[in-house]
């Protein structure tokens, strides 16, 4: 059947408008995962490296800000005071150097009468060290004794070294002290941790 000019034009009219052309306008925004996409290779990143110092490496997570020089290392620390860890290095014969046995020594006492007082032996960055977990009960001056109490966990670990020793503190308040925020970012540390020869 031979179809009519009048009805090919009414036919050509129905198409376009049933599929329009579609412009490409410069100022669109880009389709949602798209801007997703873009949103996430232009996010901060959750760990950032230490400020320099001559006896390791480390990150840090970028939310607690910049950490604390303390002697001997750096001390990180949870913007509302929940959580810090750090890091210390005691020159063999210096001031506030104790041998590893002495210190292994008094590491099994320390804590409350409910604790195991026991040495664990762990990996740190290749490196044999021991560790011990004890709760400390620390009381508000403003209270009465044993009316208003804080409960504190830590983590202190030995980190022997040819040339003197390492310690590590984790600590936080028991109820949090193994979940995260707090022990996801000490055990990020623990990994991104790396020594470094002396300088001589």
């Known amino acids: 059947m031979k179809k009519s000019p009048a009805l090919l034009s009414i036919l050509c009219i129905f198409w376009a408008c049933a599929a329009p052309v579609r412009r490409t306008d410069s100022n669109q925004k880009p389709p949602g995962r798209f801007a997703t ?48 860890f750090s890091i210390e290095f005691f020159a063999e014969a210096g001031p506030g150097y104790k041998s590893p046995d002495a210190y292994r020594k008094e590491m099994t006492a320390w804590g409350a009468v409910e604790d195991p007082h026991r040495l664990f032996q762990v990996e740190i960055s290749s490196r044999l060290a021991h560790t ?60 991104s941790l790396a020594w470094k020869a002396p300088n001589f």
């Open 132 to 191: 011990v977990g004890f709760t400390t009960y620390e009381y508000d001056p403003g209270y009465l004794i044993g009316e208003k109490v804080s409960v504190q966990k830590t983590e202190f670990t030995l980190v022997p070294d040819d040339s003197g020793i390492y310690i590590l503190r984790y600590r936080s308040g028991r109820a949090d002290f193994l979940k995260p925020p707090h022990r996801k970012h000490y055990e990020h540390f623990l990994s």
């Open 37 to 84: 996409l873009r949103k996430l290779l232009t996010r901060p990143p959750t760990y950032l490296p230490c400020p320099e110092h001559p006896r390791f490496s480390c990150e840090y997570p970028r939310r607690w800000g910049k950490p604390k020089e303390i002697p001997g290392g750096l001390e990180f620390r949870d913007p509302k005071g929940r959580a810090s």
